[in-house]
């Protein structure tokens, strides 16, 4: 498979971002400290209060810097207008080699057990996961910031096997760290309403290097203290109200397939609050449909005929279950 940007380091853009977060860190209402082994931890919104600016920033980091994020209202859900808008034109880099959380990190046994799925651009220089044996893309940095789903820092011995993994000393890692109950949480994972597009479209063997342009949008999602009911309504933000535009190459045919097989409507477990299901899985999130986790609404746009193709549609009593 090509790659969209052979030559850019995405930990290097990324970089940029996360200096630009700890030197306004009273601004962005995080916490920023070193870590035992000398690595950087950013708590947005643990200990620390964090802020939906603080997300929208965590989100571009966790792209690479490859992909813009923006809050700004939005007609099409009236009683949450605050959506977010995203797009990148390298998606496939930005959103598989960096956005998804595709890291599982753990460690530790009993009360000292830790568990978080990482996302960014440390993720393209470890290439742990099976994702890359697909994507052409590898980074060459002498950093690495990773963005962990998570209420705490990793603990030593998993920052020394991230490093070791990433080539660099840990002096030279960035964790962020933000809970899904945060504002900056919220803002970061729903963020994610273009990736869980690409995402799928591997799942259904669209060729990666087709998809050459892509945008979506998704409302921003209230906050809840209760770690369910705040998963359930980021992945709800995205299953029932998330809206994405593709643009690919190749023939009208394949766009269209793409575009009818795309939304979050055509899995079984569609039609019901994700934190419902997820109770009614008893927990077990691989047991749940993965066609699930798309957008509600999609548009693919074949670019050599100039056709487009829509499918989907917004379900806003299923968005207010959830949120309210």
Not at 33 to 54: H, M, P, Y
Not at 188 to 193: G, L, P, Y
Not at 207 to 233: F, N, W, Y
Not at 268 to 286: I, L, M
């Amino acid at each position: 498979m090509t790659t969209d940007v052979p030559s850019i380091s995405l930990n290097a853009r990324a970089a940029v971002l996360v200096d630009k977060l700890k030197s306004a860190r009273a601004e962005f209402k995080v916490g920023v400290s070193a870590g035992e082994l000398g690595e950087t931890l950013i708590d947005a919104g643990a200990k620390q209060r964090g802020s939906v600016a603080a997300g929208l920033l965590i989100a571009e980091i966790c792209m690479g810097g490859l992909g813009t994020v923006e809050i700004a209202a939005s007609s099409d859900t009236p009683r949450w207008p605050w959506t977010l808008m995203v797009r990148s034109s390298n998606p496939v880099t930005a959103c598989l080699a960096s956005q998804y959380a595709g890291w599982r990190l753990s460690g530790g046994e009993g009360k000292q057990a830790y568990f978080a799925l990482a996302s960014g651009p440390g993720r393209a220089l470890a290439r742990k996961e099976k994702l890359f044996e697909e994507l052409a893309y590898q980074d060459h940095a002498e950093s690495a910031t990773l963005v962990l789903e998570a209420n705490g820092p990793p603990p030593p011995g998993i920052v020394q096997k991230v490093a070791q993994d990433c080539g660099i000393t840990p002096d030279r890692l960035s964790f962020i760290y933000t809970p899904t109950q945060s504002l900056a949480g919220a803002v970061q994972i729903v963020a994610r309403v273009l990736e869980v597009a690409l995402h799928k479209a591997h799942e259904l063997h669209f060729p990666l290097d087709r998809i050459v342009e892509g945008m979506g949008a998704a409302p921003l999602s209230p906050p809840h203290p209760d770690m369910i009911t705040a998963m359930g309504r980021t992945n709800d933000a995205i299953i029932y109200a998330g809206r994405t535009h593709l643009f690919v190459t190749g023939a009208a045919a394949d766009a269209r397939a793409l575009a009818e097989k795309l939304p979050s409507t055509t899995s079984r477990d569609y039609g019901e609050p994700f934190a419902q299901v997820f109770k009614r899985f008893k927990g077990d999130f691989y047991a749940i449909d993965p066609m699930l986790f798309s957008p509600a609404q999609v548009s693919v746009t074949a670019i050599e005929s100039g056709q487009t193709f829509h499918s989907g549609h917004i379900d806003l009593k299923l968005l207010d279950a959830s949120f309210t």
